[in-house]
């Protein structure tokens, strides 16, 4: 690691930070004719996540120029493999690509089910719907909420896909972690850091959702909050960053994807429903998405849009979804992974990946 001191840096500032180096087992050593660059070479092996924070907020320190030998924990260190992450049938990372689909909101109990046994039959492994919705208006829909949870317990129960649902609020992360094995963080909350850490203690997979102006750096050190809690099930997912042309609701990041493929080992997903806020996008988005090196797709469908409480502009059918399905398997079978799909998966889909594993 290397530090630059302010030039107004005294002595016994540069005494202090020797000390502080020794004792969490850094040899300091001054460089330039000033001495104003410090390097830091930990004594025993690798230095430990997270140390430049114990240098760097120093009232003398200018910054830190370097601290690529101090890794953080969703850092692809180079040569570490992705890193694998399997929640019930599915698997994102490395070879395997998921599917996750189900409607924005979760309303009645009929229609989660209907939707939820379509997805599946089509190759979907996780079921989403949303119980607490964050809207930008207080006055739009807000969720079925615990009700909600419920109904998204017995469905899951009932169709044997494991749930994908958001949590908006500290206090509801141990009742939304008893009926979801995801917890979705939204992009309006990624820097929510208390409830990252809820989130992170559950022990649940984390899906983390990039923030609509948040950079990749940010998305990462916001993954950071849960993995330094010693969670290490988190999975990251590009939703669309702000733009400024309405033609579509955000604006699909695809450069951010194929980065964070490269920085990170963890798995990175995208949903593509977000980042169009239309339907006719969807797929062209998933193919973008799938091509950049994302490990998964977030897609949402309804049976019925013209009938959905939110986000009906944007959601598919189930038909449409079986397509975009058997696209998603064909598509990661040129560069050499597999679409992982329910055994039972009915459509060609399911075939498709079926045919990828033999
Ligand atoms: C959602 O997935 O339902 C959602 C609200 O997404 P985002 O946080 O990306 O807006
Ligand atoms: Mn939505």
New binding site residues.
């Given amino acids: 690691m290397l530090l630059r001191l302010r030039p107004s840096a005294t002595t016994s500032d540069r005494e202090a930070l020797q000390r502080l180096a020794r004792e969490h087992g850094y040899e300091p050593s001054f460089l330039g004719e000033q001495g104003l660059v410090v390097e830091l070479v930990r004594r025993s092996g690798v230095p430990e996540p997270g140390d430049r924070v114990l240098f760097e907020d120093l009232s003398f320190v200018g910054g830190v120029l370097d601290s690529s030998d101090a890794p953080e924990r969703a850092e692809r260190t180079r040569g570490r493999a992705d890193t694998i992450l399997r929640v019930g049938e599915a698997a994102f990372g490395g070879p395997y690509v998921a599917l996750i689909a189900g409607p ?2 979760v309303e009645d109990e009929g229609r989660l089910l209907e939707i939820a046994l379509a997805v599946r039959a089509s190759g979907a492994t996780l079921l ?1 719907g ?1 119980a607490f ?2 809207r930008t208006s207080p006055y739009s829909f807000q969720g079925a909420g615990r009700e909600g949870l419920e109904r998204l317990g017995r469905v899951s129960a009932e169709v044997g896909l494991p749930v994908v649902t ?1 949590v908006l609020d500290p206090r509801d992360v141990e009742a939304v972690a008893a009926v979801a094995e995801v917890l ?1 963080i ?3 909350n990624m820097s929510n850091f208390a409830l990252l850490a809820e989130a992170a203690q559950s022990g649940k997979t984390v899906l983390l ?1 990039r923030g ?1 102006m948040a950079t990749a750096r940010e998305l990462l050190l916001a993954a950071e909050h849960v993995l330094a809690r010693g969670n290490e099930r988190v999975i990251l ?1 590009e ?1 669309g960053v702000r733009g400024f042309d309405k033609v579509t609701r955000n604006v699909l990041d695809v450069g951010t994807i194929a980065y964070l493929k490269r920085a990170t080992h963890l798995p990175v997903i995208v ?1 593509p429903s ?1 980042a169009a806020g239309r339907a006719d996008l969807v797929l062209p988005l998933s193919k973008a998405g799938l091509a950049a090196g994302a490990d998964g797709l ?1 897609v ?1 469908v309804h049976s019925n849009p013209a009938e959905a409480r939110s ?1 009906g502009a944007q959601a598919i059918s189930p038909a449409d979804f079986a397509e975009l399905a058997t696209t998603a398997a064909a598509l990661v079978r040129l560069d050499g992974r597999r679409l992982v799909t329910c055994k039972e998966a009915l459509g060609t889909a399911g075939k498709a990946a079926e045919g990828a594993r033999s």
Avoid: T, V
Wanted: aromatic fraction near 0%; charged fraction near 45%.
């Fill in positions: 924005c909101a989403r949303g919705k964050p958001e979705q939204g992009a309006r959702k609509m997912c939703r949903d977000h977030m949402e986000d």
